[in-house]
């Protein structure tokens, strides 16, 4: 992984009459690294790693707006030199 990649997990609600390809159009999309379907409030996930936050917020946006798909969250992943820095800091 790069040192500045940025990294998400974008959970998905689908609608009842989801396409049964829309997990291989995700998973065939540059920057999805993973994606499957899972039981819970969300009925899929995706993991997405690249380069800069606009490329992220472009896949997300994408897969908002693909057919069946009902809505989404996206949870960046934390970068952990920047939670280093943080604690490293005190903030009182």
Same mark, same amino acid.
């Given at each position: 992984?790069?040192?500045?990649?940025?990294?998400?997990?974008?959970?998905?609600?689908?609608?009842?009459?989801?396409?049964?390809?829309?997990?291989?159009?995700?998973?065939?999309?540059?920057?999805? /690294?993973?994606?499957?379907?899972?039981?819970?409030?969300?009925?899929?996930?995706?993991?997405?790693?690249?380069?800069?936050?606009?490329?992220?917020?472009? /896949?997300?946006?994408? /897969?908002?707006?693909?057919?069946? $798909?009902?809505?989404? /969250?996206?949870?960046?992943? $934390?970068?952990?030199?920047?939670?280093?820095?943080?604690?490293?800091?005190?903030?009182?």
């Amino acid at each position: 992984m790069g040192v500045n990649m940025e990294k998400a997990v974008i959970l998905g609600s689908l609608s009842r009459s989801f396409p049964m390809e829309i997990l291989d159009n995700f998973k065939s999309t540059k920057g999805v /690294i993973d994606a499957d379907l899972v039981f819970g409030p969300y009925d899929f996930y995706v993991v997405v790693q690249v380069e800069d936050k606009e490329k992220l917020d472009v /896949i997300a946006l994408k /897969i908002r707006f693909t057919e069946g $798909v009902s809505s989404t /969250i996206t949870c960046n992943v $934390v970068n952990k030199e920047a939670l280093n820095l943080v604690r490293a800091h005190s903030w009182e």
